[in-house]
């Protein structure tokens, strides 16, 4: 059974962008979900093996999104890896603190990606 | 011998990753352009590719006047617009091969396109009908880019040949 991950960017561009490389290098399944909200629902229904999720979002951003991810008993162990612009130090604390397991910074290098979600998931 | 053939293709791994990263960014940038509704939805479209796909956020749009003396500023997003009103083409010799339809990177780090504060890293004429209807400029890099990459120039490419209907509302769909 392939493994699911749940891509979650308010930018189509970026989803597009993501689904092609993993679509391509990796065989995991993909859905996605264009804000917080949507991926706390989509996540419920989906039951994906990994999040991948934008931080910067309107309606709700990645940290508020991914806490109230790990409110949900069926999410609280699920890997969720933020996907930032910004590297600094206190952002990418934050990110943990609001529960993530990793991160990865825009514009995404392909192989990074790929790797990283190796790690978590095998190939 | 293993290790050599292993480490090879490892490396090729990594290659065939890189390759495919450039083209998903290519084909993003352009499906995201030609699929936009219309103007805002261009305009927003050209901050998505500068911030998530060569990594800038700090972008604007200028649209060139009737003689081609200056560029005003008609939409631009993290930088002070103020700052960034207008283009006097005679005090800025870079956008001259810009406004022939030819885009401009930096080269130096030392050495700026514009005479602004910021740095600015392109210039990419925005064509519309074949001429140059306006130059996107995309200013200072994320702090953990240095440098524009050659997959940026193509990103580009796409920008200055796709983003008309920025510009221009009778391209709207």
Known sequence: ???????????????????????????????TAKDGLDAIS??????????????????????????????????????????????????VEAGYQSGCNDYITKPINGHELVTLLHSYLGE | MAKHFRSKSKMNAHDTTHDLTNQAKVYAARMRLQNTIDQADALDAIR????????????????VDKRRSELWLYWSFGIDPNKHVLLDVRQEPQLHPVLKGKPVFREHPGKNLLSTDEPV???VPILVDGAVAAVVVLFRLVTHKPALEPVDRQICEVLSNCAARAVSPQFAK
């Open chain 2, 121 to 123: 890293n392109a210039i």
């Open chain 1, 1 to 31: 059974m392939p493994k699911k991950v749940l891509l979650v960017d308010d930018s189509t561009t970026t989803l597009m962008m993501e689904e092609m490389i993993l679509k391509q290098r990796t065989t995991y399944n993909c859905v």
């Open chain 2, 48 to 63: 998505e590719i500068a911030g998530n796909l060569i990594g800038t956020e700090q972008v604007a749009v200028f649209k």
């Open chain 1, 42 to 91: 989509r996540a419920v229904v989906e039951s994906p093996d990994l999040i991948l999720m934008d931080v910067v979002m309107p309606r709700m951003n990645g940290f508020e999104a991914c806490k109230r991810m790990r409110l949900e008993d069926s999410l609280r162990e699920v890997p969720i890896i933020l996907v930032t612009t910004r590297g600094e130090e206190e952002y």
